[in-house]
T-cell receptor, first 113, second 113 residues
Framework: AQSVAQPEDQVNVAEGNPLTVKCTYS??????LFWYVQYPNRGLQFLLK??????LVKGSYGFEAEFNKSQTSFHLKKPSALVSDSALYFC???????????FGAGTTVTVRA | GAVVSQHPSWVICKSGTSVKIECRSL??????MFWYRQFPKQSLMLMAT?????????EQGVEKDKFLINHASLTLSTLTVTSAHPEDSSFYIC?????????FGPGTRLTVT
C-alpha cells in the first residue's frame, strides 16, 4: 500500500519570503514522487518529480523539492514566493511497479502581497 | 509530455438524466487512462482505470453501472454518469500515462440540479 500525508491544510506567506509545503510518504518499494499544482477549476499541472538520482530536484516556476529517504519526506520549496503561486498543491507517490498515483489531501498556499 | 483535453469543461444537468464526459489524448495514443473525481478543496479520488479495448477497472466503492467508462480508441475515453443525482456534482479529471508519468486533463465541472 502507498500513501501520502500533507500535514498542513494551509500555508500563508508574504511575497518574497521562502515557501515550504510539506509532504511525507509511505510505499513498500522504491518511491516515485511528484508535486502538482492546481488553480481554481483547472486540472493538475506538473511541477516536478523524483525518480532516482540527486535528492534535490528542480522543477517548473522556480520550485524545488528535496527527497529525504530516512525521513520519508519530499518537501516542496521556493526561495522567494510570488502572489501568483497562490494555489492548491498536491504531493503524490507511486510505487516503482505501479502506475496508480496516491495523492495527499492538498495544501492551499496563499501568498500575500 | 502529453496534451489531454476534456469536453465539456462545464455541464449542468437535471437530476435523473445522463451526461457524457470525453477525455482525449491529443498528441499520442493512450492505452491507459485514469478517471478521478474531486470534491471542492479536496484531493483527487481515483474512480477507475480505463484500458483501450477492454473493460475498465473500477476502484472499490465506485458503482460501475452508474459511472460507465468506454475506451473505444487510443485517443478517446468517455465517462457517462447515468441517472445523475445532486451528490454526483463534482469535478471530474482524466489523465493519461506516457513514459511512466501521468498527464492530466483540464477537468469537467458537473453540476446536477
Amino acid at each position: 500500500a502507498q500513501s501520502v500525508a500533507q500535514p498542513e491544510d494551509q500555508v500563508n506567506v508574504a511575497e518574497g519570503n521562502p515557501l515550504t509545503v510539506k509532504c511525507t510518504y509511505s510505499v513498500s518499494g522504491n518511491p516515485y514522487l511528484f508535486w502538482y499544482v492546481q488553480y481554481p477549476n483547472r486540472g493538475l499541472q506538473f511541477l516536478l518529480k523524483y525518480i532516482t538520482g540527486d535528492n534535490l530536484v528542480k522543477g517548473s516556476y522556480g520550485f524545488e523539492a528535496e527527497f529525504n529517504k530516512s525521513q520519508t519526506s519530499f518537501h516542496l520549496k521556493k526561495p522567494s514566493a510570488l502572489v501568483s503561486d497562490s494555489a492548491l498543491y498536491f504531493c503524490a507517490v507511486r510505487d516503482m511497479g505501479d502506475y496508480k498515483l496516491s495523492f495527499g489531501a492538498g495544501t492551499t498556499v496563499t501568498v500575500r502581497a | 509530455g502529453a496534451v489531454v483535453s476534456q469536453h465539456p469543461s462545464w455541464v449542468i444537468c437535471k437530476s435523473g438524466t445522463s451526461v457524457k464526459i470525453e477525455c482525449r489524448s491529443l498528441d499520442f495514443q493512450a492505452t491507459t487512462m485514469f478517471w478521478y473525481r474531486q470534491f471542492p478543496k479536496q484531493s483527487l479520488m481515483l474512480m477507475a482505470t480505463s484500458n483501450e479495448g477492454s473493460k475498465a477497472t473500477y476502484e472499490q466503492g465506485v458503482e460501475k453501472d452508474k459511472f460507465l467508462i468506454n475506451h473505444a480508441s487510443l485517443t478517446l475515453s468517455t465517462l457517462t454518469v447515468t441517472s445523475a443525482h445532486p451528490e454526483d456534482s463534482s469535478f471530474y479529471i482524466c489523465s493519461v500515462i506516457r513514459a511512466y508519468e501521468q498527464y492530466f486533463g483540464p477537468g469537467t465541472r458537473l453540476t446536477v440540479t
